[in-house]
């Protein structure tokens, strides 16, 4: 069966990943139409796949089959990078399909698997709230929806020094969007993302303030401006957001370029680590000149341990006759250090030139970087589709009481005056839920309190002994000799301290939220759900059984805590932004510079040494005590977000609780007073109301069950969206 | 001048091998004397892969040190001349084995003999090569090598431990891009017991220059761009001053370069425009394409592996431009573009002077060592002595100064700053060089240049604004300007 191309309608041969004609990425296309016929038979329209970008909101051109140029010029013939930063069109036509190589193919995620529609169920749940008048319901579900449709998953590309990295993303989008330069290297994190129209949005923070400014740059100016070492004006910048309008970022990708790390105790290597918690991939990128060194193998082995999802990247084998040994050996070398990583060595050069001739795609060995880079999309996606789940099987277990207590009364008007009894008191509980003085609110409270005490003083801990530290070291030698590297081992070891403390912080947080949730699904289910299990197990002799005795996997627990977190979803990297500023904003140098002249320097008189040391000391102390007011001040700020949003979410679901109690109490009494044959009537529309949201948990189910919530979503990335933003 | 010094302190040191007092003391004495007397040692290190056997061998001009793509040095190895060839292994505890070794593809293989590398302090093979009657160069594993103990092999190497005397003389350092690593281990070479730090004698190399540049043509100019930035750097600048762009495989071919290679060449440039540039495109086109031109992908491997893509690249366009008619004239070029040359200059300049000088301060640390622990009779007596030689060393004050002076600790204004450098023999010792005038500069024009800088540096001692140490910087760069007089 031959695939045809989404972008450009060639038909291509079964097992071909680019299109030979467009270069398209094939299996993107796969899964939108196998999608879309899969959703034909369903009832809804005009939701052709569920997670890409919100299909209701205008965010597609070029979705069904138009050729996605913006302009029409054709890349200058040179080898350097096409100039035009718009996917680049191609119109070379190559007459032999791309030949892809058979273990590639094996490497790549099913299409089909790769989307799974829930945005059919979420329709379905948002029709039928609609139908019983629950706004808060429809409210919660448009939410969902908008967070799927922001949905993003970001890849790191992280390496040391001059190992390709910018190119390497360049070459995968086969525009020049990361400056590249044979010496020059990159110094802050480039993200680069799906845009309608191309934006490069430059964040800088002031010192002495809290103000974060963006500012639209030219994409000519970016080289200026990310170089390392590079005049940035009066702000302090500290990342750089490219937005690209290109296939391969259609579905949510994100590529993150980082600076080098310069081994695994330099500020960048620990602010790269610091970002990973909320990757959902990381790409190791070396070169086939020569084999991982140690210093390499050490980071990957702690950067895996933060995000499992990655990839060995060997760049530059057009350069290298013998980079097929050099892989070897580091396959070799992973194994050795225990670690399980697809080793995938690319050409850029040749990917570059690709944009010209598809027919060297083939060569570049991007196919399998692109396959791994899917893999990691789907991956995530699974994830997040198991919230949703969690989410619609909350919103459908609200609506299921309703019909549940009506049909009770409906069944059993005998027993009436006790069903509604208890639904009276069930109502009452709910009702106490969302008053102030609830138990989970408490939780909450004082959770947040001692975080931030708690934050406050292992922060404090640290910074205590690396001022120690540092004040030995200063005793030890002359600062005039040693200042230098005093510097930037302070400056490193203040960022090891910052990450580690901000990793506690994250991980409390995670805890916390756990913590509330349990305290609100045992108020909840001590309370609510108990009155409302005796009403419903009246009904296991009928025919149709409740729709709230399916359960989802991971129990109702799993449903509340999950669904907190997703509407905790915040834009990845805020929190590690955040650190990023706070560490790199105060550069040790201007603060300490200031402080010891040139002049002291060079006071040769050994009288001089003390007061220098003194001098240095101070300046340390002093770099050490600012550290401390930002970090913590980021830290609590995050921590106050953290408080509100997890307030508000749960308040929203015990409104909701109540609201369901509410009706559920109303649509009793009013079963109870109607006539024998409008009772029959009622029960027939009560059955079928039954089976639809019957209908909707399977599917939900279905969708959520081949990954168990706590593998779907990655570890760090929910504490991570409960702090930041 | 240098001789002198040399021969008094092994003067010094045969008065004290009379009076040692154990066999250990002697052995030490002869160690040290023997050093003084031998050719200089040059170590050439740097991180793993960074090219530094194959610089050997471009150097030797022999491919005497095996490379591979892989690592592949892991044990330290000297090279020095000897009429006999000979490799011989010594191990931690000081014995030395010969072992029988083969010539496979040009590199030695040695037999260790059932000696594990750990245990094995280091090689030493014997050559008869003219290159290495100069000079004993120190091939190093490299540092950040995934196997913990080369790198510990390396800095024993590179740095002395527990007083011993370090084993080089002077280090080229390869440096393949700077980072945080890199820094760390020059410091750790300056702080060995010679001398307290020592921009005098190390030799920055951005070595494998052809990558930089991604093996375009015009890949040398940019890593001579790079070179400029990292001698600009005053970090990087106060550890080794001289960053020399280098091709070590490039200038290894030129020196080697066969005829049949030459052939292969010519033969790839008579193909079809087209045809060549969809052949050089990538090393694996290149070493096992299908191709029209008249040589078997067999040849094309073997001539991207001594040349490099990026050599390849340059010899086609050279022979197909029509720059070079004959394979002489292809190694001219080749040699050229590799930078071997640039850095023999600098090394000759550099070390070739300042390397007995070096050796002097060498022997001087190990002595005052030996006496101050007793081990040769009157150490008092001996230790007088040695002061007497070391005090009146005017050698030793320059490159005392000219540490001083790279390392930044000597505030002295930038014009002043480069004529003191060039003084103090900083870009080699000939009187021409050290006043800053062209090589071929008559005795006349020197005298007068002599003269004229005589009046400024004794303006600047005797400044009443000069700190302390300008005032003795410039007594020292007097004193030298008088020797320059007086011949």
């Known amino acids: ?725 | 001048m240098a001789e002198d010094l040399i021969e008094r302190i092994g003067a010094l040191a045969d008065d004290a091998r009379r009076t040692a007092v154990s066999a250990e003391a002697v052995d030490a004495l002869d160690a040290i004397v023997g050093r003084l007397d031998g050719p200089v040692r040059l170590a050439i290190s740097g991180k793993v892969k960074a090219g530094k056997s194959t610089l050997l061998n471009a150097i030797i001009g022999e491919g005497l040190a095996p490379t591979d793509a892989g690592e592949c040095t892991r044990v330290v190895t000297w090279y020095s001349f000897s009429p006999r060839p000979y490799a011989e292994l010594v191990l931690h505890d000081g014995t030395r084995t010969e072992r029988p070794y083969v010539r496979g593809e040009g590199a030695l293989e040695v037999d260790l003999g059932g000696h594990s590398a750990d245990a094995i302090d280091h090689m030493e093979i014997g050559w008869p090569s003219s290159r290495l009657e100069s000079v004993v160069l120190i091939d190093t594993p490299g540092i950040d090598s995934i196997s913990a103990e080369v790198s510990a092999r390396t800095h024993r190497a590179m740095s002395a431990e527990g007083g011993r005397v370090p084993d080089a003389d002077a280090v080229l350092y390869l440096l393949r891009h700077t980072h945080s690593s890199d820094i760390r281990f020059l410091e750790s070479f300056h702080d060995d017991a010679v001398a307290e730090g020592t921009p005098v004698n190390a030799v920055g190399v951005l070595s494998r220059a052809d990558e930089i540049g991604s093996a375009r043509l015009d890949a040398m100019t940019v890593a001579e761009r790079v070179a400029r930035r990292y001698r600009s750097e005053p970090r990087l600048h106060r550890l080794c001053p001289v960053v020399v762009p280098v091709n070590g495989l490039l200038g290894y071919a030129a020196a080697t370069l066969r005829e049949d290679e030459y052939a292969a060449v010519v033969a790839i440039a008579r193909g079809p425009k087209e045809e060549i540039s969809n052949l050089l495109l990538t090393a694996d086109r290149l070493a096992r394409g299908e191709s029209p031109v008249g040589v078997p992908a067999e040849a094309r491997a073997g001539l991207l592996d001594r040349l490099g893509l990026f050599g390849v690249r340059l010899s086609v366009e050279l022979v197909r431009s029509g720059a070079v008619a004959t394979s002489t004239e292809l190694c001219a070029r080749l040699a050229e573009t590799s930078g071997l040359d640039h850095l023999r200059g600098v090394v000759l300049r550099q070390f070739d002077t300042r390397a007995r000088v070096l050796k002097a301060r060498s022997a001087v640390t190990g002595l005052r060592e030996l006496f101050q622990r007793g081990d040769c009779g009157d150490g008092d007596a001996l230790l007088h002595r040695l002061e007497q030689i070391t005090a009146g060393a005017h050698e030793f004050e320059e490159v005392r100064v000219l540490l001083e002076l790279r390392s930044g600790e000597l505030s002295i204004n930038a014009d002043r700053e480069a004529e003191l450098d060039l003084l103090m023999g900083g870009s080699g010792h000939a009187p021409g060089r050290r006043l800053g005038l062209a090589d071929d500069a008559s005795a006349e024009e020197i005298r007068s240049a002599a003269i004229a800088a005589l009046a400024t540096w004794q303006g600047v001692e005797q400044h009443p604004l000069s700190s302390r140490a300008t005032q003795i910087a410039a007594r020292a760069a007097t004193r030298t300007i008088e020797g320059l007089l007086v011949g």
Not at chain 1, 53 to 82: C, L, V
Not at chain 1, 130 to 153: N, P, Y
Not at chain 1, 162 to 190: E, F
Not at chain 1, 474 to 487: G, L
Request: proline share 5%.
């Open chain 1, 1 to 725: 069966m031959a695939i045809r191309c989404s972008n450009c309608d060639h038909p291509n041969d079964e097992g071909a990943l680019f299109c030979a004609n467009c270069n398209h990425y094939l299996a993107w296309s796969g899964a939108e139409s196998t999608q879309a016929s899969t959703s034909a038979a369903g009832e809804t329209d005009g939701v052709p796949e569920a997670p890409a970008t919100a299909t209701d909101t205008p965010a597609e051109p070029g979705y069904d089959g138009e050729p996605s140029s913006i302009d029409g010029t054709s890349p200058a013939a040179t080898d350097a990078p096409p100039e035009a930063p718009v996917e680049a069109p191609v119109e070379a036509h190559v007459e032999a399909p791309v030949a892809a190589p058979v273990e590639a193919v094996a490497d790549l995620p099913a299409p089909q698997a790769a989307m799974p529609d829930f945005m059919t169920a979420l329709d379905a749940s948002s029709h039928l709230a609609e139908g019983k008048a629950r706004g808060d319901l429809t409210e919660r579900l448009d939410g969902v929806k908008k967070l799927v449709g922001q949905r993003s998953c970001t890849v790191a590309f992280v390496g040391e020094f001059k190992r390709g990295k910018s190119t390497l993303v360049n070459a995968l989008l086969q525009t020049a969007v990361c400056p590249v330069d044979a010496d020059i290297v990159t110094g802050v994190p480039t993200l680069v993302r799906y845009g309608e129209t191309l934006q490069v949005l430059a964040h800088a923070r002031h010192p002495g303030s809290d103000d974060v400014t963006t500012d639209s740059l030219r994409l000519e100016d970016l080289a200026g401006v990310v170089a390392d070492g590079a005049d940035r004006g009066a702000g302090e910048l500290f990342s750089v957001e490219v937005q690209v309008r290109h296939r391969l970022l259609r579905h949510g990708l994100c590529l993150l370029d980082t600076p080098g790390v310069g081994g695994l105790d330099s500020v960048h290597g620990q602010l790269s680590l610091a970002s990973l918690n909320a990757a959902g991939g990381l790409v190791f990128v070396t070169d086939a000149s020569q084999e991982l060194t140690a210093p390499e193998l050490d980071y990957l082995t702690t950067a895996v341990g933060r995000c499992p999802r990655a990839a060995l990247v060997v760049t530059k084998v057009d350069l290298h006759q013998h980079w097929r040994r050099i892989v070897e050996t580091n396959r070799g070398h992973l194994q050795n250090a225990g670690l399980d990583l697809p080793v995938i060595p690319v050409s850029s050069f040749l990917r570059l030139r690709a944009a010209r001739q598809p027919a060297l795609n083939a060569e570049s060995g991007f196919e399998q970087l692109v396959g791994f880079l899917a893999d990691v999309v789907r991956r995530t996606t699974a994830g997040e589709a198991s919230a949703v789940a969690h989410e619609v099987d909350f919103v459908t277990t609200q609506l299921a009481r309703q019909s549940d207590a009506e049909r009770v009364v409906l069944a059993r008007p005998e027993a009436s005056a006790a069903v509604l009894d208890r639904l009276g008191q069930a109502h009452q509980r709910a009702h106490s839920l969302s008053a102030p003085s609830a138990a989970w609110q408490q939780v909450l409270n004082d959770g947040i309190q001692d975080l931030v005490a708690d934050a406050e003083y292992d922060l404090a801990a640290r910074l205590r002994t690396v001022l120690r530290d540092v004040k030995d070291i200063i005793d030890e030698s002359d600062p005039k000799d040693t200042w230098e590297d005093t510097q930037a081992w302070l400056r490193r070891q203040v960022a090891e301290a910052s990450v580690a403390n901000r990793d506690l912080v994250v991980r409390r947080a995670n805890q916390l939220s756990d913590a509330v949730a349990e305290q609100f699904d045992f108020e909840s289910g001590a309370g609510v759900e108990l009155e409302l299990e005796a009403v419903s197990r009246t009904l296991a002799d009928l025919e149709i059984p409740s729709a709230a005795t399916f359960s989802m996997p991971g129990g109702r627990l799993g449903s509340v805590l999950s669904g907190g977190r997703l509407a905790a979803y915040v834009p990845l990297m805020a929190l590690s932004l955040a650190l990023h500023t706070t560490v790199l904003i105060i550069p040790p140098a201007a603060l300490l510079g200031a402080l010891l002249g040139r002049l002291i320097f060079r006071m040769e008189s050994k009288k001089q040494r003390s007061y220098r040391q003194g001098q240095a000391r101070t300046a340390a102390a002093k770099f050490i005590d600012e550290i401390a007011f930002e970090m913590n001040k980021d830290a609590r700020d995050g921590l106050r977000r953290t408080q509100r949003r997890l307030r508000d979410e749960f308040q929203s679901r015990a409104g909701s609780i109540q609201a369901s109690t509410g009706a559920a109490l109303d649509a009793a009494s009013r079963a109870s007073r109607l006539d024998p044959a409008a009772r029959q009537a009622r029960a027939a529309e009560l059955d079928e109301e039954t089976r639809q949201l019957g209908d909707i948990r399977d599917h939900v189910r279905a969708l959520a069950s081949p990954v168990t919530p706590a593998a779907a979503v990655p570890v760090g990335s929910r504490a991570e969206r409960a702090t930041g933003g």
